[in-house]
């Protein structure tokens, strides 16, 4: 008997954690199949398939090809997810249920809000169905070419709640946001469909002015649950959601380490791989490996300002990805861009030590290292999540990290 086949289906899926997330929750044989809009009905048609999750940007799409659908999809007008029983094609929307899970966690309430939801997609009508089932006042759709859109935004800044349903932020082109919250005075509360990176561009100015803010990933860990009940005709009991939040959000996210140049911080970071097992990367070594040529050299070939490009641009690669660990230059946390950067999927800890114990061998720009701390320790204290002192054992220091690490990152 050939084995059952259960997947993803999108368009781009390099970004997608739905595999990893089924494994947690025991589904082992889940695969992701990218394919193109003229092959739908034919991978539909595949022998052996037994459960699918839809995504990006094919949730509407696949409805014509459904034998069936709940009544809660045809209320949404989206499916995110096909059971094939006895030779039909069953369509569901689980996305709901993600958002019911994705506000209560957040502390969010509907009740008697005005809510604006941005994008007119799939995702978007299921946040509208979600929003009217959890009791919004007003929910209003924004888009690029609808009723309600960017240019008459004004109309609506009394709104109570802010929801991103568009892939403005998404990876692999983090940078942006699809409005700035701080403009809506009244809002108290900011959700973001989009979980990688972890903190868009549109959370972290929530986060900013202050409103609650929360990504995509406690949804779709939600709806996977769900979902895989429906697959597998069985019941999950709930509190099987958080465990798998916790375990995802831990391999999913990064550890950066910001610091004075001989702080330590390669030392810690080598320590925290052997620690965690996650792989380290180091800024300094990436600008050298692409360069040719170390650190000084590039100085005094090219200039401080063309050596700090090239580690902006080795730190912008570095901060897309995913569960490791990243070691920083001293004069890192200097740019704004590399500040947001790092935070965009990374945990960042400074790394401190005592200004008498730092060395200045190898170390071009560290002359004057009582100065040059005090110059940098508004910009440590603005790029760090935890402060880490360095001053005695490599080993503690590491430990003191991975510690708060694991007590600290859920999403």
């Known amino acids: 008997m050939e084995k059952e086949i259960f997947g993803l289906i ?12 089924h494994e947690k929750f ?29 995504t990006i940007p094919y949730k509407m799409d696949v409805i014509p090809f459904m034998d069936e659908i709940t009544e809660e999809a045809g209320a949404v007008g989206s499916v995110n997810t096909i059971v094939f029983r006895n030779g039909r094609k069953i369509g569901h929307n689980t996305d709901v249920y993600g958002l019911y899970y994705m506000a209560k966690r957040a502390g969010i309430d509907f009740t008697n809000k005005k809510a604006v939801v941005f994008g007119s997609g799939g995702a978007s009508r299921a946040v ?9 006042r007003e929910i209003v759709v924004v888009s690029r070419t609808g009723e309600n859109n960017y240019e008459n935004l ?19 082109n983090p940078e942006g946001a699809v409005v700035d919250p701080a403009r809506f005075k009244k809002a108290f509360g900011c959700m973001d469909l989009v979980y990688n990176p972890r903190l868009t561009d549109f959370l972290r100015l929530a986060k900013e002015a202050g409103k609650i ?10 709806q996977a649950k769900q979902a895989e009940e429906w697959f597998l005709d069985k019941k999950i009991d709930d509190s099987e959601i958080d465990r798998v939040l916790s375990e995802v ?24 791989g052997q620690i965690s097992g996650l792989p380290v990367y180091d800024a300094d070594a990436e600008v050298e490996k692409e360069a040719g040529m170390t650190i000084p050299e590039i100085m005094e070939k090219e200039g401080v300002p063309a050596f700090r490009e090239r580690e902006a641009n080795v730190i912008k690669r570095l901060s897309l990805l995913r569960g490791a660990i990243i070691v920083t230059g001293g004069g890192a946390v200097l740019r704004e861009d590399n500040r947001l950067n790092l935070r965009r999927n990374a945990r960042v800890y400074q790394i401190a030590r005592d200004v008498s114990l730092l060395s200045k061998e190898g170390r071009p720009l560290s002359k004057n290292l009582i100065q040059m ?19 005695t054992d490599i080993e503690n220091a ?12 859920r999403d």
């Open 398 to 409: 590491a430990n003191a990290v991975w510690s708060d690490f694991y007590e600290n990152t």
């Open 26 to 54: 025991g589904l082992k044989n889940y695969r992701l199949f990218e394919i193109e809009p003229d092959e739908i009905e034919r991978f539909l048609n595949t022998p052996n398939l037994k459960g699918l999750n839809v």
């Open 213 to 222: 803010h929360v990504n995509g990933l406690g949804m779709l860990v939600a």
């Open 373 to 391: 701390e005090k110059d940098r320790a508004p910009f440590y204290a603005l790029a760090r999540d935890v402060l880490i002192q360095n001053d």
């Open 128 to 136: 509208v169905y979600a929003a009217k089932k959890m009791g919004a």
């Open 10 to 21: 999108g368009r781009k899926l390099g970004h997608s954690d739905s595999a990893i997330i």
């Open 249 to 272: 959000a831990k391999a999913r996210t990064s550890i950066a380490l910001v610091g004075m140049p001989g702080a330590g911080k390669s030392s810690v970071g080598y320590a925290l």
């Open 154 to 172: 004004f109309l609506h800044e009394d709104a109570d709640l802010l929801i991103n349903a568009t892939p403005v932020g998404m990876y692999p």
